[in-house]
C-alpha cells in the first residue's frame, strides 16, 4: 500500500492532507508513471498526483493482469499516449481493480484518454473525468471497454471530452458497461455522449456547472 499526502510529522493517516501536502509523481515524459504489476492483489495507490507520464500504454498509471487492488484520491493529469496509444490517464489489462475518487483530466491520446479497459472486471466510482482528448472518433472517449470487459460506473462526472465517445464499449457480445446515477456531457464536432450503449435514466445525462476555463 502506497500513499500520499503526508507532512512527515503526522502519526496516523487519517491525519494527512492531500491538498496543503501535494505529493507528486511526475513522469517527466520519459515512461509509465505508476505500474502496478501482475499478481499485486489488495495493493492501493492512494493520495498522489500522477502527472506528465508518456507510453503507449497507460502512461498516468498501468494496471497489469491478474491484480485487484484500489486507486483511490489521486489526480491523474496531463499524461500522454502517443502514435495509436490507448488508456493515456489509467490502462487496465486483465485486472479487476476499483478506482475510486480520482480526478482524470487533461490526459491525451489516439484511443481513449481516461480510461482504457480490456479484458478486465473493474469498477470506477466517484470519479470525475474532464478535458481529456482523443484523436480517434470511434475508439477515442473518457472510458473505453474493449473486448471481455465487464465494468460497473457509479456516480462519475464525464464531461467535456470533444472528440468521439465520452463512454464507449467495443465489443457488445463480450464487453459490459453498467451505468448507475452518471453526469455525462461534452462539447465539440462530433460528439456523442455514448457508443454500443443504451443508458437508460439511471445514467444521467445533465450537464454540471462547470466553467470552461478556456473561454
Known amino acids: 500500500h502506497v500513499f ?3 507532512a512527515g ?18 513522469g517527466a515524459q520519459g515512461g509509465t508513471v505508476v505500474t502496478v504489476p501482475t499478481n499485486a492483489n489488495r ?9 506528465n507520464g508518456r507510453a503507449i500504454e497507460g502512461a498516468g498509471v498501468r494496471v497489469n493482469p491478474s491484480t485487484d487492488g484500489v486507486i483511490s484520491n489521486n489526480f491523474i493529469i496531463q499524461n500522454t499516449a502517443p502514435s495509436g496509444g490507448s488508456g493515456a490517464g489509467i490502462f487496465i489489462t486483465g ?47 473518457a472510458v473505453f471497454a474493449s473486448d471481455n470487459t465487464n465494468v460497473l460506473m457509479a456516480n462519475n462526472i464525464v464531461g467535456f471530452q470533444t472528440v468521439g465517445p465520452a463512454i464507449a464499449r467495443k465489443n457488445v457480445s463480450t464487453s459490459f458497461i453498467t451505468l448507475r446515477n452518471n453526469c455525462v456531457f461534452g462539447v465539440g464536432s ?26
Open 4 to 6: 500520499g499526502g503526508f
Open 9 to 26: 510529522n503526522e502519526t496516523d493517516r487519517l491525519q494527512r492532507d492531500l491538498f496543503s501536502h501535494e505529493t507528486v509523481l511526475d
Open 43 to 51: 495493493c492501493t495507490i492512494d493520495g498522489f498526483t500522477i502527472r
Open 95 to 141: 485486472a479487476s481493480p476499483r478506482i475510486v475518487n480520482n480526478v482524470i483530466a487533461r490526459n491525451s491520446a489516439t484511443h481513449c484518454a481516461a480510461v482504457y479497459l480490456s479484458n478486465s472486471n473493474a469498477q470506477l466510482v466517484n470519479n470525475t473525468f474532464v478535458y481529456n482528448t482523443s484523436s480517434s472518433s470511434s475508439t477515442g472517449g
Open 190 to 215: 462530433g460528439f456523442v455522449l455514448y457508443q454500443n450503449l443504451s443508458p437508460v435514466a439511471a445514467a444521467f445525462q445533465q450537464k454540471t456547472n462547470f466553467v470552461n476555463p478556456d473561454t
